[in-house]
T-cell receptor, first 110, second 112 residues
Framework: SQLAEENPWALSVHEGESVTVNCSYKTSITALQWYRQKSGEGPAQLILIRSNEREKRNGRLRATLDTSSQSSSLSITATRCEDTAVYFCATDSAGNKLTFGIGTRVLVRP | EAAVTQSPRSKVAVTGGKVTLSCHQTNNHDYMYWYRQDTGHGLRLIHYSYVADSTEKGDIPDGYKASRPSQENFSLILELASLSQTAVYFC???????????FGPGTRLLVL
C-alpha cells in the first residue's frame, strides 16, 4: 500500500479558480514535499514543509500540514492554464529517500 | 540553478539486451536516485547512492543494477532487458537524503 496518497485522482477547474489537492501519509515524518510534473518533464519541487510547521506559502501556492491527522493540502489560487500538471506529495519517512504518491491530475481550462 | 541531465532521452531496446541509462549532475550533491514512472504507479525508487563508488537498493531493485563512479555520474544498468521494464526513467539529485530533489528530464525506454 502507498505510504503517501493524494486525492482526488483528478480534478478540473477554470482559469482563475482555486484548486486544492490533499495528501494523506502513514508514518511519522520530518518533512513533506509537494512536487509538480508537467507533461514531458521531470517533477519539480513546489514547497517543502517541515513537521514543526503548519503552513507554508510560495506565491500562489499554500501548503498545510497536520501531523495529528497525518495529512497535508496544497492549494493554488488564481489558477492559470500552465498550472495544468500532475501534483505529488512526497514524505521522507524512509530516511535517506522520499516516498511519492501516485499524484493528482489537475487540468486548468481556459 | 540545479542541473541534472540524462542520456539518452529515449531508447528502443530488444528483450534480453543490455541497456545503460546515464545521469550527470552539476549540483555538487551527494545523493542521486533512479526512479521509474509508470501510469498508475507514480514514481518508484529503483536505486540510490549517497557517495561515489557505493549504491543502495531502493523499493524495486530487481532486474536493475546501478553504478556511481563519481559524485557527478550515476548509471542505471539493465543487464537483460524485459518487456516489463518499458517505462520512463528519472534521475534526481539532492544535497541530503530528505532534502529537495532535482530531477532530470527523463528517459523513455521501450523494450520490444
Amino acid at each position: 500500500s502507498q505510504l503517501a496518497e493524494e486525492n482526488p485522482w483528478a480534478l478540473s477547474v477554470h482559469e482563475g479558480e482555486s484548486v486544492t489537492v490533499n495528501c494523506s501519509y502513514k508514518t511519522s515524518i520530518t518533512a513533506l514535499q509537494w512536487y509538480r510534473q508537467k507533461s514531458g518533464e521531470g517533477p519539480a519541487q513546489l514547497i517543502l514543509i517541515r513537521s514543526n510547521e503548519r503552513e507554508k506559502r510560495n506565491g500562489r501556492l499554500r501548503a498545510t500540514l497536520d501531523t495529528s491527522s497525518q495529512s497535508s493540502s496544497l492549494s493554488i489560487t488564481a489558477t492559470r492554464c500552465e498550472d495544468t500538471a500532475v501534483y505529488f506529495c512526497a514524505t521522507d519517512s524512509a530516511g535517506n529517500k522520499l516516498t511519492f504518491g501516485i499524484g493528482t491530475r489537475v487540468l486548468v481550462r481556459p | 540553478e540545479a542541473a541534472v541531465t540524462q542520456s539518452p532521452r529515449s531508447k528502443v531496446a530488444v528483450t534480453g539486451g543490455k541497456v545503460t541509462l546515464s545521469c550527470h549532475q552539476t549540483n555538487n550533491h551527494d545523493y542521486m536516485y533512479w526512479y521509474r514512472q509508470d501510469t498508475g504507479h507514480g514514481l518508484r525508487l529503483i536505486h540510490y547512492s549517497y557517495v561515489a563508488d557505493s549504491t543502495e537498493k531502493g523499493d524495486i531493485p530487481d532486474g536493475y543494477k546501478a553504478s556511481r563512479p563519481s559524485q557527478e555520474n550515476f548509471s542505471l544498468i539493465l543487464e537483460l532487458a524485459s518487456l516489463s521494464q518499458t517505462a520512463v526513467y528519472f534521475c534526481a539529485s539532492s544535497r541530503t537524503g530528505g532534502d529537495t530533489q532535482y530531477f532530470g528530464p527523463g528517459t523513455r525506454l521501450l523494450v520490444l
